[in-house]
């Protein structure tokens, strides 16, 4: 009897560890390829904010700000990187969990909703314009249709679309 108890008192706990797990990462909902569609074209850096941790200065984070980031189906320029066949992987992720995990609240960012949409694009071969380029891997939050923001170096960049594609 005994042992039929601590086996079901060790499952019940596994399942409700995995279980509290799960809700803990989040609501990450796989979308399709046509989810990405909306994000082509040129996108212009108009304003930042600052991570919890930064590789840039003030100085260094305002020399950005004009700046031109052009995503195509083929081919995606992101700060100095550059790709001539990017990979768009589209998800629906809990705002709040995404951005305690960045140490950044989401209402510093002026974001509203319980979910967002994170368009990653990653490169298998990608041209950097610098060797201190670690990866070609970033993180597109869509605000709306016309606004979006990427995080660089611990900076979180301000989109906004002045041409569509």
Known sequence: MNRILITSLFLYTTIGFFNNKSIKAGY???STQTDTVSIYGSWKIISYTPGYISALTDEEAKKYIGKTITLKPDLATV?????????FK???QNSDQYFYESR???ATLKIK???IRIIEIDCENPKYSDDNSPNFLYDFITVNKDLMIVSFN?????????RSF
Do not use: A, E, W
Request: charged share 25%; glycine share 4%.
């Open 28 to 30: 990450n909902k796989r």
């Open 104 to 106: 950044i609240d989401k």
């Open 90 to 92: 589209s998800t629906i």
């Open 154 to 162: 611990g900076v979180y960049f301000h989109l906004k679309r002045i």
């Open 113 to 115: 909703s319980d979910s």
């Open 79 to 87: 700060i100095n990187d550059t790709c001539n066949q990017p990979i």
